[in-house]
Protein backbone atom coordinates (compact mmCIF):
# COMPACT_ATOMS: atom_id res chain seq x y z
CA UNK A 1 0.00 0.00 0.00
CA UNK A 2 1.56 3.55 -1.35
CA UNK A 3 1.90 5.72 2.12
CA UNK A 4 0.94 9.17 2.93
CA UNK A 5 4.55 10.55 4.10
CA UNK A 6 4.29 14.16 5.33
CA UNK A 7 7.92 16.46 5.92
CA UNK A 8 7.55 19.12 8.02
CA UNK A 9 10.38 21.33 7.60
CA UNK A 10 12.04 22.40 4.30
CA UNK A 11 15.76 22.27 4.52
CA UNK A 12 18.54 20.18 3.54
CA UNK A 13 17.48 16.77 5.72
CA UNK A 14 13.93 17.33 3.90
CA UNK A 15 15.63 17.17 0.66
CA UNK A 16 17.97 14.49 0.92
CA UNK A 17 14.72 12.50 2.90
CA UNK A 18 12.81 12.84 -0.42
CA UNK A 19 15.69 11.34 -2.72
CA UNK A 20 16.07 8.57 -0.99
CA UNK A 21 12.52 7.73 -0.78
CA UNK A 22 12.14 8.61 -4.67
CA UNK A 23 15.16 6.08 -4.85
CA UNK A 24 13.28 3.32 -3.04
CA UNK A 25 9.41 4.39 -3.94
CA UNK A 26 8.63 6.17 -6.56
CA UNK A 27 3.99 5.68 -5.44
CA UNK A 28 4.09 6.88 -2.05
CA UNK A 29 2.75 10.36 -1.29
CA UNK A 30 5.08 13.37 -0.16
CA UNK A 31 3.67 16.30 1.58
CA UNK A 32 6.66 18.85 2.89
CA UNK A 33 5.71 21.78 4.96
CA UNK A 34 7.95 24.54 5.29
CA UNK A 35 7.32 27.61 7.76
CA UNK A 36 9.06 29.91 5.46
CA UNK A 37 7.64 31.44 2.23
CA UNK A 38 10.77 29.73 -0.22
CA UNK A 39 11.36 26.42 -1.56
CA UNK A 40 14.51 24.66 0.68
CA UNK A 41 18.15 26.66 -0.01
CA UNK A 42 21.20 26.55 0.83
CA UNK A 43 21.44 28.27 4.66
CA UNK A 44 24.93 28.11 4.29
CA UNK A 45 25.29 30.73 1.38
CA UNK A 46 23.51 33.53 3.66
CA UNK A 47 26.19 35.09 4.95
CA UNK A 48 28.53 35.22 1.81
CA UNK A 49 25.08 37.10 0.22
CA UNK A 50 25.09 40.28 2.65
CA UNK A 51 26.48 42.54 -0.08
CA UNK A 52 24.77 40.38 -2.96
CA UNK A 53 21.20 40.38 -5.02
CA UNK A 54 19.84 37.43 -2.32
CA UNK A 55 17.36 36.07 -4.60
CA UNK A 56 15.13 32.63 -3.45
CA UNK A 57 16.74 31.39 -7.04
CA UNK A 58 20.02 31.66 -6.59
CA UNK A 59 20.40 29.35 -3.64
CA UNK A 60 17.53 27.16 -3.85
CA UNK A 61 18.72 23.28 -3.35
CA UNK A 62 16.27 21.84 -6.29
CA UNK A 63 14.55 24.25 -8.98
CA UNK A 64 10.88 24.18 -8.32
CA UNK A 65 10.14 21.61 -10.86
CA UNK A 66 12.09 18.75 -9.33
CA UNK A 67 9.64 18.96 -6.17
CA UNK A 68 7.11 17.91 -9.64
CA UNK A 69 9.23 15.69 -11.12
CA UNK A 70 9.34 13.57 -7.83
CA UNK A 71 5.57 14.07 -7.29
CA UNK A 72 6.74 16.11 -3.36
CA UNK A 73 3.54 18.44 -3.00
CA UNK A 74 5.07 21.85 -1.46
CA UNK A 75 3.15 24.21 1.68
CA UNK A 76 4.98 27.17 2.09
CA UNK A 77 4.29 29.39 4.90
CA UNK A 78 2.85 26.35 6.75
CA UNK A 79 3.82 26.30 9.90
CA UNK A 80 2.94 23.35 12.00
CA UNK A 81 1.67 23.62 15.53
CA UNK A 82 1.07 20.61 16.75
CA UNK A 83 1.10 16.23 16.52
CA UNK A 84 -1.75 14.58 17.27
CA UNK A 85 0.37 11.21 17.69
CA UNK A 86 -2.68 9.04 18.45
CA UNK A 87 -4.85 9.85 14.94
CA UNK A 88 -1.19 10.58 12.80
CA UNK A 89 -1.89 13.76 12.17
CA UNK A 90 -0.19 16.96 12.37
CA UNK A 91 -1.78 20.76 13.10
CA UNK A 92 -0.95 23.56 11.39
CA UNK A 93 -1.30 27.16 12.55
CA UNK A 94 -4.69 27.60 11.52
CA UNK A 95 -5.55 24.44 13.38
CA UNK A 96 -5.99 22.69 9.68
CA UNK A 97 -5.13 19.09 10.46
CA UNK A 98 -3.12 16.82 7.79
CA UNK A 99 -3.34 13.14 8.14
CA UNK A 100 0.00 10.64 7.29
CA UNK A 101 1.24 7.00 7.35
CA UNK A 102 4.57 8.32 8.58
CA UNK A 103 6.01 11.51 9.51
CA UNK A 104 9.49 12.70 9.20
CA UNK A 105 10.02 15.56 11.75
CA UNK A 106 13.11 17.95 10.07
CA UNK A 107 12.17 21.41 11.27
CA UNK A 108 16.00 22.38 12.06
CA UNK A 109 16.60 25.12 14.91
CA UNK A 110 16.58 28.44 14.91
CA UNK A 111 19.49 31.12 16.32
CA UNK A 112 19.64 31.00 20.28
CA UNK A 113 18.72 34.77 20.91
CA UNK A 114 20.14 35.70 24.50
CA UNK A 115 18.94 37.15 27.32
CA UNK A 116 20.24 40.70 27.01
CA UNK A 117 18.51 43.98 27.88
CA UNK A 118 17.85 45.61 24.91
CA UNK A 119 17.95 42.94 22.03
CA UNK A 120 14.46 43.60 20.74
CA UNK A 121 15.81 47.39 19.95
CA UNK A 122 15.67 47.87 15.80
CA UNK A 123 18.80 47.37 14.79
CA UNK A 124 19.60 44.17 16.62
CA UNK A 125 19.42 40.44 13.82
CA UNK A 126 20.67 37.28 13.41
CA UNK A 127 21.06 35.35 10.26
CA UNK A 128 19.13 32.42 9.74
CA UNK A 129 16.98 32.41 7.32
CA UNK A 130 16.77 34.64 3.82
CA UNK A 131 14.39 37.27 5.37
CA UNK A 132 16.93 37.91 7.69
CA UNK A 133 19.32 39.24 5.07
CA UNK A 134 16.99 41.06 3.22
CA UNK A 135 16.17 42.79 6.59
CA UNK A 136 19.52 43.59 6.99
CA UNK A 137 20.50 44.19 3.41
CA UNK A 138 17.91 47.06 4.07
CA UNK A 139 19.46 48.53 7.08
CA UNK A 140 22.91 48.32 6.56
CA UNK A 141 23.30 51.88 4.30
CA UNK A 142 24.26 54.41 6.97
CA UNK A 143 25.39 52.40 9.29
CA UNK A 144 28.99 52.00 9.93
CA UNK A 145 29.92 50.33 12.97
CA UNK A 146 28.41 47.14 13.60
CA UNK A 147 29.31 44.82 16.62
CA UNK A 148 28.92 40.96 16.48
CA UNK A 149 28.27 39.32 19.26
CA UNK A 150 29.56 35.99 19.10
CA UNK A 151 33.72 34.23 17.80
CA UNK A 152 32.18 30.86 16.33
CA UNK A 153 32.88 30.12 12.65
CA UNK A 154 28.98 31.90 11.12
CA UNK A 155 30.08 35.11 13.54
CA UNK A 156 33.25 35.36 12.05
CA UNK A 157 32.34 34.57 8.29
CA UNK A 158 29.98 37.58 8.83
CA UNK A 159 33.01 39.58 10.53
CA UNK A 160 34.39 38.95 7.20
CA UNK A 161 32.21 40.06 4.88
CA UNK A 162 31.47 43.43 6.84
CA UNK A 163 34.65 44.30 7.01
CA UNK A 164 35.57 44.30 3.03
CA UNK A 165 32.70 46.39 2.81
CA UNK A 166 34.31 49.35 4.65
CA UNK A 167 32.45 48.44 7.49
CA UNK A 168 34.08 49.03 11.08
CA UNK A 169 33.74 45.84 13.16
CA UNK A 170 33.76 44.49 16.77
CA UNK A 171 33.49 41.07 17.82
CA UNK A 172 32.83 40.25 21.39
CA UNK A 173 32.98 36.37 22.32
CA UNK A 174 32.06 35.17 25.91
CA UNK A 175 34.61 32.68 25.85
CA UNK A 176 38.09 32.92 26.38
CA UNK A 177 39.13 32.40 22.70
CA UNK A 178 37.37 32.48 19.42
CA UNK A 179 36.28 29.14 18.00
CA UNK A 180 36.51 27.22 20.98
CA UNK A 181 34.93 23.82 20.04
CA UNK A 182 37.17 24.33 16.72
CA UNK A 183 40.82 25.31 17.64
CA UNK A 184 42.96 25.22 20.69
CA UNK A 185 44.51 27.90 22.35
CA UNK A 186 47.28 28.49 19.61
CA UNK A 187 45.48 28.24 16.84
CA UNK A 188 43.01 30.59 18.11
CA UNK A 189 45.69 32.98 19.03
CA UNK A 190 46.76 32.95 14.91
CA UNK A 191 43.01 33.71 14.01
CA UNK A 192 42.75 36.36 16.72
CA UNK A 193 46.19 38.37 15.30
CA UNK A 194 45.03 37.89 11.99
CA UNK A 195 41.61 39.62 12.31
CA UNK A 196 43.28 42.21 14.44
CA UNK A 197 45.40 42.96 11.40
CA UNK A 198 42.11 44.09 9.46
CA UNK A 199 41.61 47.09 12.50
CA UNK A 200 38.83 44.71 13.50
CA UNK A 201 38.60 44.59 17.84
CA UNK A 202 38.49 41.51 18.87
CA UNK A 203 36.45 41.75 22.96
CA UNK A 204 37.71 37.94 24.44
CA UNK A 205 35.81 37.17 28.03
CA UNK A 206 33.47 39.51 27.17
CA UNK A 207 29.46 39.70 27.90
CA UNK A 208 27.67 41.77 26.17
CA UNK A 209 24.93 42.73 28.95
CA UNK A 210 22.84 45.64 27.69
CA UNK A 211 22.23 47.43 24.10
CA UNK A 212 22.30 50.67 23.91
CA UNK A 213 19.53 53.11 22.74
CA UNK A 214 16.03 54.52 22.56
CA UNK A 215 14.82 52.14 19.78
CA UNK A 216 17.40 52.16 17.32
CA UNK A 217 20.55 50.65 18.88
CA UNK A 218 23.42 52.78 19.49
CA UNK A 219 26.23 51.16 21.34
CA UNK A 220 26.24 48.19 23.83
CA UNK A 221 27.59 47.79 27.35
CA UNK A 222 29.83 44.76 28.59
CA UNK A 223 29.73 42.92 32.13
CA UNK A 224 33.26 44.91 32.52
CA UNK A 225 30.98 48.22 32.46
CA UNK A 226 32.72 49.87 29.32
CA UNK A 227 30.59 50.90 26.48
CA UNK A 228 30.75 50.22 22.95
CA UNK A 229 29.97 52.15 20.29
CA UNK A 230 27.79 50.26 17.24
CA UNK A 231 24.86 51.63 15.35
CA UNK A 232 24.23 47.77 14.42
CA UNK A 233 24.06 44.51 16.13
CA UNK A 234 23.97 41.05 15.03
CA UNK A 235 24.16 37.87 17.19
CA UNK A 236 26.01 34.47 16.50
CA UNK A 237 25.91 32.70 19.51
CA UNK A 238 24.61 29.18 18.27
CA UNK A 239 21.06 27.57 17.80
CA UNK A 240 17.97 26.14 19.22
CA UNK A 241 16.32 23.04 17.90
CA UNK A 242 12.84 23.71 16.86
CA UNK A 243 10.93 21.16 19.20
CA UNK A 244 8.09 23.23 20.67
CA UNK A 245 5.79 21.63 18.78
CA UNK A 246 6.32 18.22 19.74
CA UNK A 247 6.04 18.62 23.21
CA UNK A 248 2.73 18.18 24.20
CA UNK A 249 2.91 15.06 22.10
CA UNK A 250 4.57 11.58 23.96
CA UNK A 251 7.55 12.20 21.52
CA UNK A 252 10.46 11.91 23.46
CA UNK A 253 12.81 15.04 23.82
CA UNK A 254 15.53 16.02 25.41
CA UNK A 255 18.01 18.83 23.58
CA UNK A 256 16.38 17.61 20.24
CA UNK A 257 13.91 14.86 19.46
CA UNK A 258 15.70 11.77 20.36
CA UNK A 259 16.04 9.16 17.58
CA UNK A 260 18.90 5.78 17.01
CA UNK A 261 20.57 5.29 14.59
CA UNK A 262 17.97 4.65 11.91
CA UNK A 263 16.63 8.68 12.71
CA UNK A 264 13.49 6.43 13.99
CA UNK A 265 11.81 8.36 17.37
CA UNK A 266 10.68 6.57 20.30
CA UNK A 267 6.88 6.49 18.38
CA UNK A 268 6.43 3.86 15.46
CA UNK A 269 6.52 5.48 11.58
CA UNK A 270 7.91 8.97 13.52
CA UNK A 271 11.35 10.04 12.34
CA UNK A 272 13.61 13.10 12.94
CA UNK A 273 16.77 14.25 11.36
CA UNK A 274 18.87 17.14 10.75
CA UNK A 275 19.62 20.39 13.62
CA UNK A 276 16.48 19.01 15.54
CA UNK A 277 17.82 15.58 15.91
CA UNK A 278 19.52 14.24 18.86
CA UNK A 279 21.64 11.21 18.67
CA UNK A 280 23.36 9.66 21.45
CA UNK A 281 23.42 12.76 23.57
CA UNK A 282 24.61 15.03 20.91
CA UNK A 283 22.62 17.36 18.07
CA UNK A 284 25.15 17.52 15.10
CA UNK A 285 23.76 21.00 14.25
CA UNK A 286 26.44 20.83 11.05
CA UNK A 287 25.43 20.42 7.29
CA UNK A 288 26.43 17.50 6.33
CA UNK A 289 25.25 15.70 9.23
CA UNK A 290 21.72 16.97 8.27
CA UNK A 291 22.55 15.38 4.40
CA UNK A 292 23.35 12.21 6.33
CA UNK A 293 20.86 12.22 8.68
CA UNK A 294 18.13 13.06 6.02
CA UNK A 295 19.03 10.64 3.56
CA UNK A 296 19.28 7.82 6.53
CA UNK A 297 15.71 8.61 7.64
CA UNK A 298 14.47 8.90 3.54
CA UNK A 299 15.81 4.83 3.26
CA UNK A 300 14.13 3.48 6.16
CA UNK A 301 11.17 5.46 5.51
CA UNK A 302 10.75 3.51 2.26
CA UNK A 303 11.70 0.51 3.94
CA UNK A 304 15.04 0.21 3.21
CA UNK A 305 16.65 -0.28 6.13
CA UNK A 306 19.53 1.75 6.62
CA UNK A 307 22.07 2.97 9.90
CA UNK A 308 23.36 6.66 10.17
CA UNK A 309 27.30 6.64 10.68
CA UNK A 310 28.42 10.13 12.20
CA UNK A 311 29.42 12.89 10.38
CA UNK A 312 32.79 13.81 11.54
CA UNK A 313 32.90 17.32 12.38
CA UNK A 314 34.63 19.92 9.80
CA UNK A 315 35.31 23.63 9.77
CA UNK A 316 36.84 25.62 7.09
CA UNK A 317 37.64 29.35 7.47
CA UNK A 318 39.04 31.32 4.44
CA UNK A 319 39.46 34.74 5.33
CA UNK A 320 41.51 37.57 7.08
CA UNK A 321 44.42 36.39 4.79
CA UNK A 322 44.49 32.58 6.23
CA UNK A 323 43.21 29.74 5.75
CA UNK A 324 41.88 27.06 8.11
CA UNK A 325 40.85 23.89 8.88
CA UNK A 326 39.94 21.57 11.90
CA UNK A 327 38.29 17.88 11.94
CA UNK A 328 37.16 15.70 14.66
CA UNK A 329 37.90 16.24 18.26
CA UNK A 330 40.37 18.73 18.92
CA UNK A 331 40.31 18.72 22.71
CA UNK A 332 43.84 17.52 24.05
CA UNK A 333 42.20 16.70 27.17
CA UNK A 334 40.33 14.04 25.65
CA UNK A 335 43.06 12.47 23.94
CA UNK A 336 46.76 10.55 24.79
CA UNK A 337 48.87 12.50 22.55
CA UNK A 338 49.25 15.65 20.59
CA UNK A 339 51.76 16.53 17.66
CA UNK A 340 52.36 19.82 16.73
CA UNK A 341 54.69 20.24 13.17
CA UNK A 342 56.77 23.15 13.47
CA UNK A 343 57.08 26.10 10.68
CA UNK A 344 58.66 29.34 10.77
CA UNK A 345 55.74 31.12 9.39
CA UNK A 346 53.73 32.75 12.20
CA UNK A 347 50.48 32.31 10.51
CA UNK A 348 51.43 28.68 9.80
CA UNK A 349 50.46 25.87 12.10
CA UNK A 350 49.36 21.70 12.00
CA UNK A 351 48.13 19.81 15.08
CA UNK A 352 47.23 16.08 15.21
CA UNK A 353 45.25 14.96 18.41
CA UNK A 354 45.71 11.58 18.96
CA UNK A 355 43.76 8.72 20.62
CA UNK A 356 44.23 5.00 21.88
CA UNK A 357 47.07 5.26 18.33
CA UNK A 358 44.05 6.64 16.13
CA UNK A 359 44.63 10.31 15.06
CA UNK A 360 41.20 11.36 16.26
CA UNK A 361 41.36 15.27 15.02
CA UNK A 362 43.51 17.94 13.01
CA UNK A 363 43.57 21.65 13.04
CA UNK A 364 45.74 22.95 9.62
CA UNK A 365 46.35 27.24 9.27
CA UNK A 366 47.75 28.04 6.54
CA UNK A 367 48.82 25.69 3.76
CA UNK A 368 45.56 23.34 4.44
CA UNK A 369 46.16 21.01 0.77
CA UNK A 370 45.87 18.12 2.97
CA UNK A 371 42.85 18.67 4.92
CA UNK A 372 40.59 16.21 2.65
CA UNK A 373 43.87 13.70 3.22
CA UNK A 374 43.47 14.21 6.88
CA UNK A 375 39.66 13.65 7.12
CA UNK A 376 39.98 10.69 4.90
CA UNK A 377 42.61 8.96 7.85
CA UNK A 378 40.46 9.99 10.81
CA UNK A 379 37.44 8.32 8.77
CA UNK A 380 39.42 5.22 8.21
CA UNK A 381 40.85 5.04 11.69
CA UNK A 382 44.53 4.94 10.32
CA UNK A 383 46.85 3.97 13.23
CA UNK A 384 49.35 6.71 14.12
CA UNK A 385 53.33 5.99 13.48
CA UNK A 386 55.47 8.25 15.77
CA UNK A 387 58.24 6.37 14.24
CA UNK A 388 57.27 7.38 10.40
CA UNK A 389 56.03 10.65 11.78
CA UNK A 390 59.19 11.43 12.93
CA UNK A 391 60.98 10.61 9.54
CA UNK A 392 58.72 12.03 6.95
CA UNK A 393 57.49 15.49 6.32
CA UNK A 394 53.92 15.67 7.50
CA UNK A 395 52.74 16.18 3.71
CA UNK A 396 54.47 12.90 2.92
CA UNK A 397 53.40 11.52 6.38
CA UNK A 398 49.64 12.04 5.92
CA UNK A 399 50.08 10.69 2.41
CA UNK A 400 51.44 7.26 3.58
CA UNK A 401 48.42 6.81 5.59
CA UNK A 402 45.90 7.83 3.21
CA UNK A 403 47.38 5.55 0.91
CA UNK A 404 48.17 2.71 3.08
Same mark, same amino acid.
Request: hydrophobic letters at 40%; glycine letters at 8%.
Given at each position: MAEKIVIVGGGIAAVNAIKAIREVDNKSEIHLFGNESFYPY??????????ESMMEDKIRIQKIDWYTANNV??????????? +? $??? %?KIILKDNISVSYTKLLLASGARNFVPPINGINKDGVYSIRQLEDVHNIQKDLEGKDTILNIGGGIQGLETVWILNQQGKKVKVAEVQERLMPRQLDEKASDILKKAIESFNIE??? +? $??? %?EILGESQVSGATTNGGNTLKCDMVIVSVGIRPNVEFV?????????????????????KNIYAAGDIAELNGKIAGTWPSAVEQGKTAGYNIAGKETKYTEAIPTTTLNAFNISLFSVGNVDAKQCTETLTYDDTDENSYKRLFIK????????????TKKSMALKSVIE?????????????SFSDYIDSLKNN
Open positions: HRIRLTKGLFSVYLGAEVIGI +N $TTE %SVLL +N $TQI %SKDSPIEVSKGIVVNDKMETNLDGKIVGAILIGDRKADFSSVAYASM
